[in-house]
């Protein structure tokens, strides 16, 4: 047995396979019965069915197309589409590409593991194209082997910095190729030491090795790159982009990469962020950064990913005017337009850090003219470290709807980023991922359902939250109606009750400094990181309208009025907009004070009723899964005790105004 779980490619015999039809015959067609994601595909198709259903299924191939090879790029969509169909006593795959089979042949399987009738789901003929051209995973791993914000273990990928390729490396690229990922970047956006030479031949050989290994899921290869590689292994003494010498070196450099690692994609950058160097060094703009780089790898069909995760992060807390928020708008909307071709911006979904409710980042709808790409983290940073169960897919869905305004049609964030508004080649969706080397890859067993809904959800955009739930735990946990229908009543409003007992309002942070993981109210409040909440005596809330720093004005109309009014800004994100007093009343009705106790209370009590609701399934799962979650539970209960008698408490004592409900506040 192997020593880590295999998720939704468990593949566990079906006692009702008389639904799934007798699959005697699978034909594949389109494509070249020797290209490599097919042979992997028919693998998988014969290795699951066999599993699931003890039958041996024969494969067909039609003709084949001409041979291509999928460009990075809108043309993805294209070539990854599937269509499956029933045909005389079997099922027959068709796409244009290896890619296409394998997300056909793993759609199949789903429909099996799920034990949904084959003949209803593809009677009609099912045709699913992606939604998005890239869909990525981003890992935090360092080449020693931790991993920044990872709550499962260290990495799979790097030990005592050097690169391990073993027998879970192909298990990794199955179980995110299952689920439609296409990319990954496999080191820390926050490029140093080792990580620094793995442009070199330190570490060539490993990783032309890795990137074959993924090019048979149908994923391609990224490395996040220290930007100041010129001077830090380059010997140069500068990284000034518009630097001749500086040129010339990236110029060898990208050619000996890419002849080493041919499988190669594109790099992600993280540049002039919390400390990273960058271009504003020699006083030029992001695009001078990004476009040099570009303009070198397009050589290669290659793309750079730029972050736009740039913001002062030494700002002084009397400080009123710089906002924190605004930063990524500012830095990046004066050059909208001039970043090249083959560049992506790569923006956070709120203007902050991935806290539990934020607005939408303005720069969706913001930028006209340049290739977008949404960044939302899977790792629980700032939602419970994989510790509390908080099922993002539902704020994924909130943020891919938003409607931007930025043109009269298509314009929510899905939209832009599915290429569809701009037209852009290059877009899509990365998540900030949440694996590591744990026996079940993702710490908490439930928040191996934000790994797998984060991977669906980026295939495809319409699927709900609700139906990628229930596929996870059908999947994965049991297909027994009532375990379905408890893990879901746990996992659908988990964020809420997370929410709930956490910080209110949008207000956000509130978290334990550096670490961010249980309550301390004031401990962002006078540091230096630009994440204030700014309650005294009076009210609570950062004043972003107008009046304060502008920052709700940054928004297309109706929602920049919309939030830069305390009347029409939604209850959950009015804190984030407005400073107000304590005595304000809500859409709700509620006080802003009494809003703050209900939610806290409630929060708290609603985490102890997901826990039973847990403890209730005992005996009725596989035991491993069963203690694994408890403990977790047991944890979270304790934090979500924390919070709730440490916010209640300060707001109390600072406002002096007592809870409506008498309950007991410290
Ligand atoms: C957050 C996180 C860092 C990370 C950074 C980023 O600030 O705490 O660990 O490096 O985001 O996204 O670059």
Request: hydrophobic share 35%; charged share 25%; with cysteine.
């Amino acid at each position: 047995m192997k020593d880590y779980a295999k998720l939704w490619l468990a593949y566990s015999p079906k006692k009702n396979n008389r639904e799934c039809g007798d699959l005697k015959k699978i034909y594949i067609s389109g494509v070249s019965e020797n290209d490599k994601i097919v042979k992997n595909a028919v693998a998988e198709l014969k290795a699951g069915l066999k599993a699931m259903l003890d039958i041996e299924p024969s494969i067909e191939y039609g003709s084949a197309g001409p041979d291509i090879k999928i460009q990075n790029g809108k043309d993805m969509q294209d070539k990854e589409e599937y269509t499956i169909s029933i045909k005389d006593s079997g099922l027959e795959i068709a796409a244009k590409s290896g890619a296409g089979i394998l997300y056909g042949a793993f759609d199949i399987l789903r429909t099996v593991a799920c034990e949904e009738s084959v003949e209803k789901a593809y009677a009609a003929g099912k045709t699913v194209r992606p939604s998005n051209p890239l869909r990525m995973l981003n890992h935090w791993d360092n080449m020693d082997g931790s991993i920044e914000r990872g709550y499962s273990g260290e990495s799979f990928f790097y030990e005592n910095n050097e690169i391990v390729i073993d027998e879970r490396t192909k298990d990794y690229a199955r179980l995110i190729a299952a689920v439609g990922i296409n990319a990954i970047v496999i080191n820390n956006v926050n490029v140093k030491q080792a990580a620094s030479y793995m442009i070199t031949d330190r570490y060539f050989d490993k990783l032309a090795q890795l990137g074959e290994i993924l090019a048979g899921y149908g994923i391609g290869l990224y490395m996040s790159l220290n930007y100041a590689s010129t001077i830090e292994i380059g010997g140069l003494d500068s990284a000034d982009p518009l630097d001749e010498k500086v040129i010339e070196w990236w110029k060898v450099k990208m050619a000996e990469v890419f002849k080493k690692i041919p499988t190669l994609k594109g790099f992600l950058v993280k540049a002039d962020s919390e400390g990273r160097p960058g271009p504003f060094t020699y006083g030029r703009t992001q695009a001078d950064g990004a476009n040099m780089l570009a303009d070198i790898v397009k050589d290669y069909d290659a793309i750079i990913i730029w972050r736009c995760f740039v913001y002062n992060c030494k700002q002084d807390w009397r400080d009123r005017k710089t906002d924190r928020a605004r930063a990524g708008y500012d830095n990046f909307i004066p050059m909208d337009g001039d970043y090249h071709d083959n560049v992506i911006l790569q923006i956070k979904n709120g203007p902050m850090d991935f806290q539990i409710r934020e607005p939408i980042s303005p720069l969706f709808g913001g930028l006209k003219k340049t290739n977008q790409m949404l960044e939302v983290q899977i790792a629980q940073e700032y939602t419970g470290h994989q510790i509390d169960v908080c099922y993002l897919i539902p704020e994924f869905k909130e943020i891919l709807g938003f409607k931007t305004y930025c043109s009269e049609k298509d314009d929510t964030v899905a939209d832009i980023i599915s290429g569809k508004t701009l037209g852009s080649r290059f877009s899509g969706i990365a998540a900030v991922t949440n694996t590591g080397n744990d026996f079940n890859w993702t710490g908490n067993y439930l928040a191996g359902a934000n790994l797998y809904g984060f991977g669906r959800l980026a295939f495809d955009t319409d699927l709900s939250a609700e139906q990628i739930a229930e596929e996870f735990v059908r999947m994965t946990i049991s297909e027994n109606e009532e375990v379905v229908s408890a893990v879901l009543e746990i996992l659908l409003p988990s964020r809420e009750i997370y929410e709930r007992y956490t910080s209110p309002l949008g207000i956000g942070w509130m978290v334990t400094p550096a670490t961010h993981y249980g309550c301390s109210v004031d401990g962002y409040e006078y540091d230096r990181w630009g994440t204030y909440h700014r309650a005294d005596h009076l009210g609570i809330g950062v004043d972003r309208t107008d009046k304060g720093t502008g920052y709700a004005l940054l928004y297309n109309e109706p929602n920049a009025s919309m939030y830069n009014s305390p009347d029409d800004c939604p209850d959950e994100l009015v804190l984030f907009f407005h400073h107000l007093p304590y005595t304000h009343v809500l859409h709700s009705g509620k006080t802003v004070i009494q809003h703050i106790y209900d939610t806290h209370f409630e929060g708290y009590a609603q985490a102890r009723e997901l826990a039973a609701k847990w403890d209730s399934l005992k005996g009725k799962i596989d035991d491993a899964i069963f203690d694994n979650v408890k403990e977790r539970f047991e944890r979270q209960l304790y934090n979500a005790r924390e919070w709730c008698d440490q916010v209640n408490s300060y707001f109390y004592r600072k406002s002096g105004i007592p809870d409506e409900k008498g309950r007991e506040i410290w």
